[in-house]
């Protein structure tokens, strides 16, 4: 029969705890996941090539005239709206533009609408009201 | 080829019982590094036989097998070994390694019949009719020797720590 002195010292002694054993030196077996994993991995990454591939086809631009009009008329429309007509901006929409009609229509017909202030008139319609013989 | 389960499982058995099964190794042969060779022999020659221990007490038997293992070393070496005293035995309380060396003293002091029980059953923590079984005598002469061991073992200590002071 152990007295509590017994299973005092009981307890005293369990925390000294065993030093740790060496690791068990085997060799695990290889893993047969391995063997599916590398041929999924080969077409995984076949896959990416492919789509990449293809990505950089489709977004190769291609000189078609219709794409070269639309880029043209943006392009007068921005030099008509970002600045005031020179020389140099009117050479330059003449160079950009497919024809010089269109150049010129561009520019011309800009339609421009100036907020007049409450006692100001605008001459256009002051004349257009007068009266002529 | 073994199978990967049963391999798991052992892995699992040595993490959980390796440290002292290491220990009562060292107990029986004095000398770590062929305690520690012992138990990894026995572990794996289960390995290797895939013939884990269907309906016997696992922790038990691993036990057996490594007081074998170690008693088969020291019959084919031909001599007895004394006790390693320089090679901590154990991981001692807020680091006190005095007590600590003071305890594997102590144990070392022990007859080998005691010294096994105590390991065994503190820290296998295995019941008394299991290490009766294990060594080969009645479960009330293992419980007998655990006591005579326990009071040689307190009063070693008693002599070296303030344990004694405290209790």
Known sequence: MQTPDDEQFERYLKQFRPLAAEPLPIARPKRPTVRWFVPAAVAAAGAVIMVVVLLGLHSRPKPTPATDAVDSFARIELLANAEPLTIRSANALLASAPSFKEAVDRVAFQFQVTPLSKDTHSALAVLSQEKTK | ?167
């Open chain 2, 1 to 167: 080829m073994p199978d990967r389960t049963q391999v798991t499982e052992l892995e699992q058995l040595y993490r959980k019982h390796g440290s002292a099964l290491l220990l009562f190794a060292t107990a029986i042969s004095g000398e770590r590094s062929r305690a520690q060779d012992a138990v990894h022999q026995v572990f794996l020659k289960l390995i290797e036989d895939g013939s884990l221990l269907q309906g016997v007490e696992v922790k038990a038997y691993l036990f057996a097998c490594v007081r074998n293992a170690v008693l088969n070393d020291l019959k084919a070496r031909h001599r007895n070994v004394a006790l390693d005293y320089e090679c901590a035995w154990f991981d001692p309380p807020d680091k006190d390694y005095a007590a600590e060396r003071n305890l594997r003293r102590a144990m070392a002091a022990l007859p080998d019949d005691q010294q096994q029980v105590i390991v065994l059953h503190v820290w296998g923590e295995l019941t008394f009719p299991q290490i009766g079984e294990l060594l080969d005598v009645s479960a009330n002469t293992a419980a007998s020797r655990y006591r005579y061991a326990l009071a040689k073992l307190r009063e070693s200590m008693c002599a070296k720590e303030d344990f004694c002071a405290n209790s």
